[in-house]
């Protein structure tokens, strides 16, 4: 990333529209080299069991930086506040609401967005979640030009990223992020002096990163190793995976993939106790749970989960559902 040469233009108006922890390395990147007019980011919300409000932490960069910040409940029909800021450029990153046309219209310069995946691949909401659900090797950061379609923009950069087998969605996340930040640097200055290209997606070519349903969270052990080791930490950590032991829930945080096979055994059938967890049959092989966390407590390794149970002779065999 080289930004020597960037020539800002002089009053440029750029608005940030962003929400998650995801977006803050992105604005705090372009605080550090452009002049931010406005942040945008969904209302503040109330967390915890005593309902306490908690604001996104996109608007805590905005506190921190002295930056006007508008908080839309619904920025289909609240957009109007943001247009009368007469942005030259508005730029999106997980902000969590759709942009209407009547907005996206508004910047001389557009709208663009940040997306963590090489569109056309894993549109939508979760595409760091479901890259590794569905074994991607690779994965990345799109810049493109907004429409009111979801994700289906023209394209102006991309840079890939490998994913490695030891990544999470809570890794692959903070890489992808930073990548972001990045490759957002390095393309607007194109997007500033009208030299960006455009490249239109390839929409035969498309597929869907959707939001997470509590069904993606349960472990079906009918389902090869590699599967439930990529749902596994695909769900890491946020919001986990889980399946059934003794009528109650089992997260179920770290695994590990094990050579042995047991023909005789049920699925989800516990076969053994080791060093660093339990064994559990599934449709090809064993799995080692390393890391689980048993309803009403906190996380624990899967060694001390086994050992907490009367009789190691008891606890092998049992069946997790």
């Not at 939508?124 to 994965?139: E, F, Q, S, V």
Request: charged letters at 25%; glycine letters at 8%.
């Amino acid at each position: 990333m080289n930004l020597e040469n960037v020539n800002v233009e002089k009053g440029l108006k750029i608005i940030f529209m962003g929400t998650p922890e995801f977006s803050v390395p992105i604005l705090e990147g372009l605080i550090e080299h452009y002049k931010i007019r406005a942040i945008v980011t969904q209302p503040d919300r109330p967390v915890g069991r005593d309902g306490h409000m908690s604001y996104p932490p996109v608007k805590e960069v905005g506190i921190k930086h002295t930056i006007l910040v508008i908080q839309p409940d619904n920025m289909k029909e609240d957009w109007g506040q943001v247009a009368e800021l007469e942005p030259d450029l508005i730029i999106t990153c997980a902000y969590g609401q759709i942009l209407p046309k009547a907005l996206l219209d508004v910047p001389r310069l557009g709208c663009i967005n940040v997306h963590a995946s090489l569109l056309p691949k894993l549109r939508g909401g979760a595409p760091i979640h479901r890259a590794i659900l569905a074994g991607y090797k690779k994965t990345g950061v799109t810049i493109m030009y907004m429409n009111p379609r979801m994700d289906e923009g023209d394209i102006i950069s991309q840079r890939a990223i490998e994913i490695t087998d030891n990544d999470t969605a809570s890794s692959l996340h903070d890489k992808l992020s930073l990548l972001g930040r990045d490759l957002l640097l390095d393309t607007l200055p194109s997007i500033i002096d009208g030299t960006a290209t455009r490249t239109p997606q390839n929409h035969s070519e498309a597929t869907y990163g959707l939001n997470i349903k509590r069904e993606d969270e349960k472990i079906d052990f009918e389902r090869t190793r590699r599967e439930i080791y990529n749902q596994v930490r695909g769900l890491y950590s946020w919001p986990g995976s889980y399946c059934m032991f003794e009528g109650k829930i089992l997260k179920v945080w770290k695994c590990r993939i094990n050579d042995n096979y047991f023909p005789e055994l049920f699925n989800g059938q516990i076969t053994a106790i080791y060093e660093d967890g339990f064994g559990v049959k599934v449709s090809n092989g064993e799995l080692v749970f390393q890391e689980v966390q048993p309803e009403g407590k906190t996380k624990m390794s899967g060694a001390s989960f086994a050992n907490g149970i009367a009789s190691h002779s008891k606890f092998v065999g049992k069946i997790l559902s």
